[in-house]
T-cell receptor
Framework: AQSVTQPDIHITVSEGASLELRCNYS??????LFWYVQSPGQGLQLLLK??????LVQGIKGFEAEFKRSQSSFNLRKPSVHWSDAAEYFC????????????FGTGTRLQVTL | SAVISQKPSRDICQRGTSLTIQCQVD?????MFWYRQQPGQSLTLIAT?????????ESGFVIDKFPISRPNLTFSTLTVSNMSPEDSSIYLC?????????????FGEGSRLTVL
């Protein structure tokens, strides 16, 4: 069975600082990996996804993530955080063939200080 | 892309009652799903809503408690039956895009239920 671990429940960064949110997955084959963001009172929005190919993927809002098979990781990064990035971030994994059925991590809540 | 509208956005319900949540998508989509997000927790898939047939439920979820309908390719309902305080959650409808891109799920804003 597939699973996702987001080790950081809550992270606080200053506006303008860099950000890295960690995600580790467990899956027997090549996974499909996703990052979603949930702003307060909102549904989830897809930031980026990895299916195959280049292991560094670019997403919306200046986010990127790198797939590292050797570490079973898919960490999310942003070089300079904006106050509007404060939200809950979810990493998710899907299996090829049933990738629309996603398993989500427990989320990381990002707080941005001015 | 797909835009999802859910109703109600929030409700306060009494123990033992049932509530039906509606999910409307602005385009025909292949797959629709219902997720539950309990307070402070992640999303858990309840079921896949199948058009014209019974929903496919995940382990731990049963049709008697969470009956689901999907009469066409743009609409689905989830009923939370005989509610208890443990059912207090956000219920999220999601779907694949109209092009059916693998794994690219779109989500509604959720229905926040509080059961007293």
């Amino acid at each position: 069975a597939q699973s996702v671990t987001q080790p950081d429940i809550h992270i606080t960064v200053s506006e303008g600082a860099s950000l890295e949110l960690r995600c580790n997955y467990s899956y027997g084959a090549t996974p499909y990996l996703f990052w979603y963001v949930q702003s307060p009172g909102q549904g989830l929005q897809l930031l980026l996804k990895y299916f195959s190919g280049d292991t560094l993927v670019q997403g919306i809002k200046g986010f990127e993530a790198e797939f590292k098979r050797s570490q079973s990781s898919f960490n999310l990064r942003k070089p300079s955080v904006h106050w509007s990035d404060a939200a809950e971030y979810f990493c998710a994994v899907g299996a090829a063939g049933t990738a629309s059925k996603l398993t989500f991590g427990t989320g990381t809540r990002l707080q941005v200080t001015l | 892309s797909a835009v999802i509208s859910q109703k109600p956005s929030r409700d306060i319900c009494q123990r033992g009652t049932s509530l039906t949540i509606q999910c409307q998508v602005d385009s025909q989509v292949t797959m629709m799903f219902w997720y539950r997000q309990q307070p402070g927790q992640s999303l858990t898939l309840i079921a896949t809503a199948n058009q014209g047939s019974e929903a496919t439920y995940e382990s731990g979820f049963v049709i008697d408690k969470f009956p689901i309908s999907r009469p066409n390719l743009t609409f689905s309902t989830l009923t939370v039956s005989n509610m208890s305080p443990e059912d207090s959650s956000i219920y999220l409808c999601s779907c694949t895009g109209a092009g059916g891109k693998t794994g690219e799920l779109f989500f509604g804003e959720g229905s926040r239920l509080t059961v007293l």
